[in-house]
């Protein structure tokens, strides 16, 4: 795969999520490139090391157009929701721990810190299905809606940005407050935030250079790469 500003960026985001613990070895990221294919990591690739040669380009059928390897088994994710929502540049998909505790006792996502209330109210699929169809596609697109980000119960989380900064940030965003809620749970009941103050917060916090500047900080943080194993 080419070492273009898209590729780095992309494997940036995938290495971001795994340095934070929000995706696992089965999390995906993607962006779409236009003229229906969408640029996105293989599935069998070390997340933790990830260079731009473990990227592939898909179509929007979730078929290989380029690349060394085949995608993740539920790209299909990915195509559904750009064929859904032209407005999408980026998708990010994860099984991560917090979010995913919520869904699987029923308790909804509640804005419980500021920046995880700009993406309240989130959707749930009621399913822990993989989402490795057409169908279980489009079924996913139509619970997320025009929204940036659904939970899939007892499964992942997906967001959705005008681009991988977006999308990237928007899941730490939507991991950081179900950790919080979650902690809330423990000792009471947590304060939600009144529609006012959702509105306020997304005003202020919905913001390409303050997305940018959370991006920056964990990119700041990323480990060097480490040697494959063996080496
Ligand atoms: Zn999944």
Redesign the pocket.
């Known amino acids: 795969m080419d070492d273009s500003p898209l590729s780095r960026q992309l494997v940036d985001a995938i290495r971001m999520l795994e340095a934070a613990g929000i995706i696992d070895y089965?999390?995906h990221c993607s962006i779409r490139l236009g003229e229906g294919r969408v640029l996105i990591n293989t599935g069998s690739c070390q997340r933790a090391r990830l260079g731009v040669e473990d990227l592939c380009i898909i179509d929007l059928e979730g078929r290989l157009i380029e690349g060394r390897a085949n995608p993740p088994l539920?790209c299909h994710?990915h195509c559904g929701i750009y064929r859904a929502r032209p407005d999408a540049g980026a998708v990010v998909?994860a099984?991560p721990r917090w979010s995913t505790y919520l869904t699987m006792v029923g308790e909804p996502y509640r804005p419980v810190y500021a920046q995880g209330a700009i993406l309240h109210p989130v959707p749930v699929l009621d399913t822990p299905d993989?989402?490795n169809t057409r169908e279980m596609a489009d079924r996913l697109a139509g619970v997320l809606g025009p929204r940036p980000a659904a939970l899939?119960k007892s499964?992942?989380a997906v967001t959705v940005g005008r681009d991988i900064v977006e999308a990237f940030v928007l899941a730490s965003y939507l991991e950081e407050n179900a950790s919080r809620q979650y902690m809330a749970l423990q000792i009471g009941t947590p304060y939600c935030f009144s529609e006012a103050e959702i509105a306020r917060c997304r005003d202020k916090l919905w913001n390409p250079g303050l997305f940018r500047r959370t991006w920056d900080h964990y990119r700041a943080k990323l480990p060097p790469v480490p040697p494959a194993a063996g080496d």
Do not use: A, F, R
């Open positions: 089965n999390g539920e994710l998909h099984h993989s989402i899939m499964h992942g």
